[in-house]
């Protein structure tokens, strides 16, 4: 007996919200169970039992009753429309084929050979569940307060933009049922570390995500609190809607992967599944990835190790509810412009390949599927797949900029890890399933700010972004792994005054045979950058300040200097800048510097960006005053002279 609420009668497990159950005593091949809505997009089917004596499949339809010449073929639980094998009391999770919601469903049957087995009818105007907004942090002690929070599912919260001090002694985040406001009658509920046992840390501006202990849903509780348990005190509450109608968490329901002959895991976050169908490979790729990242897997640039430069890979990932799986050819260890860096086949004169795209996102693990020919035909940009041989893999995960293109990645296969895959061996899964953890938050460094009163020369060089404590949480965007730096300092913001002279000595490389190193630097209003990738369209859509020539031409590139850590990037484990300074060394080749000077005007914008020329997303913001503004000083010209080492600007840093 199942209750609409989605309980059963013991109270024991929340299912989501029932649409209804199959005939009672089963019907035709022993159909039996209960259909629940999780989402939008998804069922779970809840004791759910089938004989397997019929050919059957799963089909939905907006008929006013269930055909088998209408409607959708809907997957099993392992993503196949194969005819359903035999289930015992199962519980299933399903989803509805790209496309297709709640809304556009008026049953869901098991339909067999020329009949329907069993079906489930979708109430009128049904509400299906749904995250649900719930406000923000009440600000009551130790300066808490939020953005919204969002109850995910029946057992997670999304608390946005979180502050807290940090001070409270006995600090935790706190739920309780048997009073209407907080009260020491609660229980602990893990912080975004999983941690029972830590008190609260400092929160700067963190979005987290948090779950309900054990068996405890959001059905059992009345507040969240952020409390401190030995001096019983409320720091800030959200109360919980009596109303609620939310997804389930379905992460206990072993949901696997689409049915592969064969799967390698490339490391914890990643995995690749495939089955050599004929002159075809079939390619799944699965991973724990954040919203707005991309895997990409393919075939070595050398035969004799895993290499970047000449590698043919996909690149695969979410477009808003779109998978995406596009065929990329790495040229060059650089953003692509013109014929070189990481492209699109199709940008530098090759085909995508790559065909019947498919995919599916469940509790923070992404699947998504392609096929593509071993030989495609196309030597200038593909890699033809021989399935008897050893062959080294690419494989690397990072993010997609604003433009729809790979970025540099932050994860990839490392030298003493690399791997070598036969496509055409005996079947073998080797696969674990990927946990759906997400990684802790960090806390991103300060926005640092240049005045134009104190400073008037700049000397701009290559380094490091500094990861998600760094440019990515600067600027909001995706980077490609470098960026510039500006007097030591990585993308500071400028404060330059009208009529005054500043001049920028440049050290991005001026050797345009290596793209990695060579970043002419310029000023422009367009917040991107990479003017020479823009069409002369949209060329004529952004104006050029300084840096270009009348003929369209960089003028300011000079010998290749940058800031790097021969050790790796430590960004992750730096609270401060400066500590992450201190980890970089200097570099610079043999050459002169370039140098221009420039000096706003009252035809400058009041704000405009340094960018480099040949790619995107290496700048930051120019601002440009009629007087400089008051109240906190940029970095001093004292302290940026004697920056001369890297070493000594970050000391100095440490005090700015």
Not at 2 to 10: K, L, P
Not at 150 to 170: C, M, R, S, W
Not at 185 to 200: E, I, T
Not at 583 to 606: I, K
């Amino acid at each position: 007996m199942f209750a609409e609420s989605g309980r059963s009668d013991a109270q024991t497990q929340y299912y989501g919200k029932l649409i209804g159950s199959f005939p009672s005593p089963a019907g035709q091949g022993g159909v039996a169970g209960a259909v629940y809505a999780v989402d939008a997009n998804r069922l779970q089917i809840v004791g759910f039992s089938f004989d397997g004596s019929v050919t059957a499949q799963f089909r939905a339809g907006s008929t006013d009753s269930p055909s088998g010449s209408e409607g959708v073929l809907v997957p099993n639980e392992q993503g196949s429309t194969s005819p359903l094998g035999v289930y015992n009391n199962r519980k299933l999770v399903i989803a509805l084929p790209g496309g297709t919601t709640l809304d556009d469903v008026k049953w869901f049957s098991v339909w067999g050979q020329n009949s329907n087995l069993g079906h489930v009818t979708v109430p009128d105007n049904f509400d299906y569940p749904r995250p649900r907004n719930i406000g923000e942090f009440s600000r009551r002690q130790h300066q808490v307060r939020s953005g919204d929070v969002t109850i995910v599912n029946a057992k997670e919260f999304h608390i946005q933009n979180l502050h807290y001090d940090g001070f409270g002694p006995d600090a935790f985040f706190w739920a309780g049922n048997q009073d209407s406001r907080p009260s020491r009658r609660g229980f602990k509920v893990p912080d975004h570390r999983g941690s029972y046992d830590q008190r609260l840390p400092r929160y700067t501006g963190q979005t987290i995500n948090i779950m309900l202990p054990g068996d405890v849903t959001v059905y059992d509780i009345k507040w969240l609190s952020m409390w401190c348990i030995r001096f019983t005190a409320n720091f800030g509450e959200v109360f919980i809607p009596a109303d609620l109608n939310v997804p389930p968490l379905v992460e206990d329901v072993e949901i696997p992967a689409m049915p592969m002959m064969n799967c390698e895991e490339l490391h914890r976050d990643m995995q690749v599944s495939w089955t050599l169908a004929g002159e075809n490979l079939d390619v799944e790729l699965t991973g724990r990835v954040e919203d707005g990242d991309y895997m990409a897997f393919g075939v070595s640039g050398c035969n004799d190790r895993a290499c970047m430069v000449g590698s043919d890979v996909t690149v695969a990932w979410y477009d808003g509810d779109v998978p995406r799986a596009v065929d990329y050819t790495l040229k060059a260890y650089s953003q692509c412009s013109g014929a070189s860096g990481v492209c699109p086949d199709d940008r530098v004169g090759g085909t995508d390949n790559n065909v019947n795209i498919t995919g599916r996102q469940v509790n923070g693990i992404t699947r998504i599927r392609y096929s593509r020919p071993i030989n495609t035909g196309d030597t200038t940009t593909d890699k033809v797949i021989d399935p008897s041989q050893n062959m080294y893999i690419s494989w690397a995960i990072g993010p997609i900029n604003p433009s729809g293109v790979a970025a540099k990645h932050h994860t990839r296969v490392e030298v003493s890890d690399q791997v070598q895959l036969m496509f055409g061996r005996e079947a073998s899964d080797m696969c674990e399933m990927i946990s759906s953890a997400t990684p802790a938050p960090v806390t991103p460094w300060p926005t640092r700010k240049i005045k134009g009163d104190q400073v008037t020369n700049f000397t701009v060089r290559i380094g490091p972004t500094g990861g998600r404590r760094g440019y990515e949480a600067i600027t909001g965007l995706p980077s490609w792994g470098i960026a510039y730096w500006l007097n030591g300092l990585l993308i500071p913001e400028l404060e330059l005054k009208r009529g005054w002279k500043y001049t920028f000595i440049v050290e991005g490389g001026n050797d345009t045979a290596t793209p990695e190193r060579y970043h002419p630097f310029y000023i422009t209003d367009d917040p991107t950058g990479g003017y020479v990738q823009k069409t002369p369209a949209e060329q004529q859509q952004v104006r050029v300040f300084a840096g270009v020539d009348e003929n369209g031409m960089p003028t300011a590139a000079g010998r290749y200097c940058e800031y790097n850590n021969p050790n790796g990037d430590t960004s992750e484990t730096s609270e401060t800048f400066a500590e992450y300074a201190r980890t970089l060394q200097e570099d610079c080749m043999p050459g002169q510097a370039a140098q221009f000077t420039w000096t706003p005007d009252v035809d400058t914008p009041d704000l405009v960006y340094y960018h480099c020329f040949t790619h995107q997303y290496l700048g930051w913001k120019i601002r440009v005053v009629d007087e400089f503004t008051s109240g906190a000083a940029g970095v001093s010209a004292g302290m940026l002279a004697v920056m001369g080492t890297l070493f000594a600007g970050a000391l100095l840093l440490g005090h700015i």
